[in-house]
Nanobody, 124 residues
Framework: QVQLVESGGGLVQAGGSLRLSCVAS????????MGWYRQAPGKQRELVAT???????IYADSVKGRFTISRDNAKNTVYLQMNSLKPEDTAVYYC??????????????????WGQGTQVTVSS
């Protein structure tokens, strides 16, 4: 069974930075793209960054130029470096494997048992 464990969130002022980490157990990491999702209060969960097995990265317009996703295949870990944070980035952040990508858009998720997520709060 795949397990996803996120960490690295916290409280930061606008303009600050955080680095999130996600360790994925099981075989899903080595064979799939990985992504970071976020869910703000009262909103649907959205996919904000994806990295394919080959290292190609895809970002939502809302985070492009500020967030950087990377992966360490030896450690089964995916990272999200978040810079120039804004109050609207406040959310619980989760990792998962997108179900697929078409062009510059990825969608869905493969692991139905989500991790606990990590809270990111950006104060103004």
């Amino acid at each position: 069974q795949v397990q996803l464990v996120e960490s690295g969130g916290g409280l930061v002022q606008a303009g600050g930075s955080l680095r999130l980490s996600c360790v994925a157990s099981g075989s899903i990491f080595s064979t799939n793209a990985m992504g970071w999702y976020r869910q703000a209060p009262g909103k649907q969960r959205e996919l904000v960054a994806t990295i394919t097995n080959g290292g190609r990265t895809i970002y939502a317009d809302s985070v492009k130029g500020r967030f950087t996703i990377s992966r360490d295949n030896a450690k089964n870990t995916v990272y999200l470096q978040m810079n120039s944070l804004k109050p609207e980035d406040t959310a619980v952040y989760y990792c998962n494997a997108p179900a697929g990508c078409s062009g510059n858009r990825c969608y869905g998720y493969l692991v139905h048992s989500w991790g606990q997520g990590t809270q990111v709060t950006v104060s103004s």
